[in-house]
């Protein structure tokens, strides 16, 4: 009997294997227990190929760096890199404590870092750029984000892929879309999104389709429009197979 997977005579779907560029998957562990990360991983870790750490108040202010660090090698040394929730480092900038932030990032064991402005101002270009090197100066990979939680209107396609284009030429790996300007596109039936998706290129934008209730629908959505090959972000680790 064959030792690959269960029923290994039937033809599957195209899929890149790991490490891949395009179809790529960024979970998000909102808590997890190490034995909780450590069962999401026997049986999800072959489509996860990012974990984001989102509970925003536990990385700050409620989890021992230890136990972080702990977590971190775990999931390190299955192939899975990690980053924080984009929230810690808004904190940062508005208290001035990012290069503070990006070295303790890197300490802590975590592979990448978000660099995002959707709950505070906006930075000026050259705050922006600065961020993102000081994260690469760190050691760490630098995932940038546009677009606001509470978006009044949505993403110009143009300015957006300006940015986005500015991001990576600093050095950043990929760059994030929010979910509620992803959502906003599709209410208002706007190509703003797929202008963006063909300005930037597919392999270097990522599109959040969590959290809330509509992430299936927004996820059957992204997939319809771009393919199955989306890169998608903010899905909770025990839905990965459920999107897969």
Same mark, same amino acid.
């Given at each position: 009997?064959?030792?690959?997977?269960? !029923?290994?005579?039937?033809?599957?779907?195209?899929?890149?294997?790991?490490?891949?560029?395009?179809?790529?998957?960024? =979970?998000?562990?909102?808590?997890?227990?190490?034995?909780?990360?450590?069962?999401?991983?026997?049986?999800?870790?072959?489509?996860?190929?990012?974990?984001?750490?989102?509970?925003?108040?536990?990385?700050?202010?409620?989890?021992?760096?230890?136990?972080?660090?702990?977590?971190? %090698?775990?999931?390190?040394?299955?192939?899975?890199?990690?980053? *924080?929730?984009?929230? *810690? !480092?808004?904190?940062?900038?508005?208290?001035?404590?990012?290069?503070?932030?990006?070295?303790?990032? %890197?300490?802590?064991?975590?592979?990448?870092?978000?660099?995002?402005?959707?709950?505070?101002?906006?930075?000026?270009?050259?705050?922006?750029?600065?961020?993102?090197?000081?994260?690469?100066?760190?050691?760490?990979?630098? !995932?940038?984000?546009?677009?606001?939680?509470?978006?009044?209107?949505? $993403?110009?396609?143009?300015? =957006?892929?300006?940015?986005?284009?500015?991001?990576?030429?600093?050095?950043?790996?990929?760059?994030?879309?929010?979910?509620?300007?992803? %959502?906003?596109?599709?209410?208002?039936?706007?190509? %703003? $999104?797929?202008?963006?998706?063909?300005?930037?290129?597919?392999?270097?934008?990522?599109?959040?389709?969590? *959290?809330?209730?509509?992430?299936?629908?927004?996820?059957?959505? $992204?997939?319809?429009? !771009?393919?199955?090959?989306?890169?998608?972000?903010?899905?909770?680790?025990?839905?990965? *197979?459920?999107?897969?």
């Amino acid at each position: 009997m064959s030792q690959g997977n269960a !029923f290994d005579f039937l033809k599957r779907p195209p899929r890149d294997q790991k490490p891949r560029k395009r179809g790529l998957t960024v =979970a998000s562990d909102r808590g997890l227990s190490l034995a909780q990360a450590q069962s999401i991983i026997e049986t999800t870790g072959d489509v996860l190929d990012h974990i984001k750490c989102p509970d925003h108040v536990g990385n700050m202010w409620r989890w021992p760096a230890e136990w972080i660090k702990k977590k971190n %090698a775990y999931y390190s040394g299955v192939g899975i890199h990690t980053l *924080p929730g984009g929230i *810690p !480092f808004e904190v940062a900038v508005v208290q001035g404590k990012v290069p503070q932030f990006m070295k303790r990032v %890197a300490e802590l064991g975590f592979k990448g870092v978000e660099v995002s402005e959707d709950s505070i101002d906006q930075l000026s270009q050259g705050e922006r750029v600065a961020c993102i090197r000081c994260g690469i100066d760190n050691g760490l990979e630098v !995932f940038t984000e546009l677009g606001k939680k509470n978006p009044e209107n949505p $993403l110009d396609p143009v300015e =957006a892929v300006e940015m986005a284009k500015r991001d990576l030429d600093a050095g950043a790996i990929l760059v994030v879309i929010e979910k509620s300007d992803v %959502a906003l596109c599709i209410r208002n039936k706007s190509d %703003a $999104l797929h202008r963006m998706v063909e300005g930037v290129g597919k392999d270097k934008i990522i599109i959040e389709c969590g *959290p809330g209730s509509d992430k299936f629908e927004i996820a059957k959505w $992204l997939m319809r429009e !771009f393919g199955t090959d989306v890169n998608l972000e903010n899905i909770d680790a025990e839905d990965a *197979p459920i999107i897969e």
